[in-house]
């Protein structure tokens, strides 16, 4: 009798680990659901006692305040999806080509694409974290918010006369191509 409860614990593991394993490779491959609200708050610090938690907390006020679904990443950080898009999954390497706005949780602006009228274009990877993190969730096409602490942006050093030291960012994206894939 004893092997039957010792078998069973072992499916009931098994099976356990084999949802996690599934939500695992979603991520992996690039499926960014949407998220409820209230989920967001799974991940709130009742008494936040490092700046990550402070930041965590902050982040997820500001998805509720502007009403964004989104998901968090392992690192913290939060990707609302607007549009989905229809071409490629993006993937580390990959050259893209994005419009984008980069502002504060107070809303003022320190950088724009769409100021200066001209997208950006980079390879994942060669960003700050935060980007290269977050955009191997999207698909070209895609447009969405990232939220970003300040451990995954420009962190203690900051952005000398653009972002000061430990701020959180928000980015509004738009992933316009993938032209130069080739090059």
Not at 44 to 58: A, D, G
Not at 105 to 131: C, E, H, Q, T
Not at 135 to 141: A, D, E, R
């Amino acid at each position: 009798m004893n092997k039957y409860i010792v078998l069973l614990i072992i499916v009931s593991i098994s099976f356990s680990c084999k949802d996690k394993t599934v939500q695992k490779t979603d991520a992996e491959n690039n499926v960014a659901p949407d998220a409820d609200l209230s989920e967001l708050y799974q991940y709130y610090h009742s008494n936040p006692q490092t700046l990550e938690q402070r930041e965590e907390n902050q982040i997820i006020e500001y998805a509720a305040d502007n009403n964004l679904s989104a998901v968090r990443t392992r690192s913290g950080i939060y990707i609302a999806r607007h549009v989905a898009g229809d071409g490629d999954s993006v993937k580390w390497g990959d050259p893209l080509t994005v419009d984008y706005r980069g502002y504060f949780l107070d809303g003022k602006a320190f950088d724009s694409s769409y100021k200066r009228g001209k997208p950006i274009s980079f390879r994942v990877g060669s960003m700050v974290p935060g980007w290269n993190e977050a955009f191997p969730f999207l698909k070209v096409g895609s447009t969405a918010t990232f939220i970003i602490p300040s451990h995954m942006g420009y962190g203690k050093r900051g952005f000398p006369g653009f972002v000061e030291p430990d701020q959180i960012l928000v980015f509004d994206v738009e992933i316009l191509t993938d032209r130069n894939k080739n090059d």
